[in-house]
C-alpha cells in the first residue's frame, strides 16, 4: 500500500539523487583541450588531452597528486617517495638527480611532472623526445597551492582541486586568525638546527621561514636569505626559546640521542630552549616539500608555539 510515508520517503529520495548527481556533474566538469599552461621553468606547455599515465620526478608533485585524487593515474615515482603508503605500490624511477631516461621513457607517460632545480638537463632532453613535462617548482605556501590548483586543471578536474585547496585555505586561515591575537612580545624565538658538527639553517625566503612566521613565530635566522651555515655562538647570541630539529632522508639521526646531543653543545647550556628542555623533533617532510601538507607543517609548528 502506497502510504504518506513511503511517498516522503521516495520525495526525499529523488531530491538528494538530483543534488547528489548535479554535485558529482560540477565536480567533473570537463576542461576544454588543448590546454596551454606555463610552468616554472617559463615555457608553454600544450596538453592536448586528460593525462592517464602520469610520472612523477619529485615527492612534493607525488603528495600534491595524491591530496587532488589522482593517485592512480601515477606509473611512475623517485626513490624518496614515502608518502602516502600507496606510492610503495609504484614503479620505482630511480633518483631525483640524475633522471632515468631510459626508465621515463619504458613507462610511457604522457605527463611528467618534474623539478627543474635538480633535473633541467634532464627535462630539455625529455622534451626533446617529445614528452610533455611540467616543471612545478614552487617557492612559497600560495605558490604551492596555485600549482595545485594548475595540476588539477591540467588533469581534467579543476572543481575537484578548488575545493581541496579551499579547504587547505581554511586551515590556513585558522592559524593566521589565531596568531592575529598574541602579542608580538609573546612570540617565541625559534631557531631550527640539528646535531650535526656543521648547523644549516632556514633563513628568509625558504618555506621553513615563512611557516614559522605564519604560525606565530621569530625565526632568529631570518636576517639571513636562503639555507645558511650559521655559527653556533650566534644560536647562543639570539637565545632561542625554542629549538626544533627536523629529521629524515636530509637529516637522518637517532632521535632518542638528539636532544642529548643538542642540550651538551658547548656554550648553548644557557639557552633557554635547552634550559626549558624546549627541544622539539619533527619530520622534515612537512617542511622541506612543497606539497599540501605544508600545512599540517604550519598546524604542527602553532602546536609547539602556543599549544
Known sequence: MFTFKKYIFLFTLTIFLVFYSSHLFSLAAQIDY????????????????????????????????????LGDKVVGVTNYDNYPEEVN???????????????IVALKPDLILTFAIFQLKEIERLRELGFKVLDIEPVTLED????????????????????????????VEIIKTKVAQIDSSRRPKIFIGGTHEIIYTPGANTLFDELISLAGGENIARVFSGWIKINPELVAEKAPDIIIV??????????????EDISKRPGWSNIPAIKNQKIFIVNEDLFYRPGPRLVDGLEKLYEIFYQ
Do not use: H, W, Y
Open 34 to 69: 588543448p590546454l596551454i599552461v606555463a610552468d616554472d621553468t617559463g615555457i608553454s606547455v600544450t596538453i592536448e588531452s586528460e593525462p592517464q599515465r602520469i610520472i612523477s620526478a619529485a615527492p612534493n608533485n607525488t603528495e600534491i597528486l595524491f591530496a587532488l585524487g
Open 144 to 171: 604551492t597551492l596555485e600549482r595545485m590548483k594548475m595540476i588539477a586543471r591540467v588533469c581534467g578536474i579543476p572543481k575537484q582541486g578548488e575545493i581541496i585547496v579551499g579547504g587547505l585555505l581554511q586551515r
Open 89 to 103: 605500490l609504484i614503479e620505482k624511477i630511480g633518483e631525483m638527480s640524475p633522471l632515468n631516461l631510459e626508465k
Open 246 to 259: 627536523p629529521v629524515g632522508v636530509m637529516n637522518p639521526g637517532d632521535q632518542s640521542r638528539i636532544k
